[in-house]
């Protein structure tokens, strides 16, 4: 892992999380690529689907919210059934790579998501029909410059936004807080350790993040939804 640098999130949300430490995720990653889940005695009858509905459908009101505020979307997520197929081919590798940076790096764990997002997003607006089953979308992303500044390399070489630009720092902004309201939602819950709960939120809330990235892109290449026939 590179040091810290004024691109990357402040070391208050970073070094020593205690989060997704007591969430077990470090531990679980291994459990779950064996195949095996270690769900705690310790579960409660809070864990049933509805409870990770809400959960998503909270965390993307807020960040819904906060963007508009912000003006880089105006009330509404952008999304097609294109972004979520392709996300099931992308997920596999990213979150591979998102589990190692938890405990360190939780909240760019989260949000270099919102960046893979943004790639999608405009591989979509400009040649589609190249990328749509293209197998090595993820790498396109991550191996120019490494998972560690993806976020740059997706704003800078396919947005055209320079680093340090007004631009680029308001999305960096942007993000940054929006990782600090999701981790904050997750730590409220009171997760087990070494469970597949706490690997299901984290899973979850790289999803939106996913799809809030794509979103962003979208509503600044001038985009909004419009009632059919208009």
Not at 77 to 96: C, G, H, N, R, V
Request: charged fraction near 20%; hydrophobic fraction near 45%.
């Amino acid at each position: 892992m590179h040091e810290v640098t004024n691109r990357q999130f402040p070391a208050a949300m970073q070094g020593g999380f205690s989060i997704f430490a007591a969430l077990g995720l470090v531990e679980i990653q291994f459990s779950i690529r064996r195949g095996h889940y270690p769900i705690t005695n310790h579960l409660s009858n809070m864990y049933f689907p509805q409870f990770f509905t809400d959960f998503s459908n909270n965390l993307t009101r807020l960040l819904l919210q906060n963007a508009t505020n912000e003006g880089l979307l105006a009330g509404q997520l952008l999304t097609t059934e294109d972004f979520d197929d392709k996300w099931s081919q992308i997920a596999p590798e990213y979150m591979a790579d998102a589990v190692q940076e938890i405990a360190g790096y939780p909240a760019v764990a989260i949000a270099w998501a919102a960046y893979v997002g943004m790639g999608v997003a405009v591989l979509w607006d400009t040649e589609w029909e190249k990328h749509a089953i293209t197998p090595d979308t993820y790498q396109l992303f991550k191996t120019p410059r490494g998972f560690d500044e993806m976020d740059e390399y997706i704003m800078e070489e396919l947005l055209g936004i320079p680093a340090e630009s007004a631009g680029f720092v308001q999305v960096e902004k942007f993000l940054r807080a929006s990782a600090e309201v999701a981790l904050t939602l997750i730590r409220k819950e009171n997760i087990p350790p070494q469970s597949i709960e706490a690997y299901q939120l984290f899973s979850d809330c790289v999803t939106i993040f996913y799809r809030l990235g794509a979103s962003l892109c979208l509503h600044g290449r001038g985009y909004a939804y419009h009632p059919a026939g208009n």
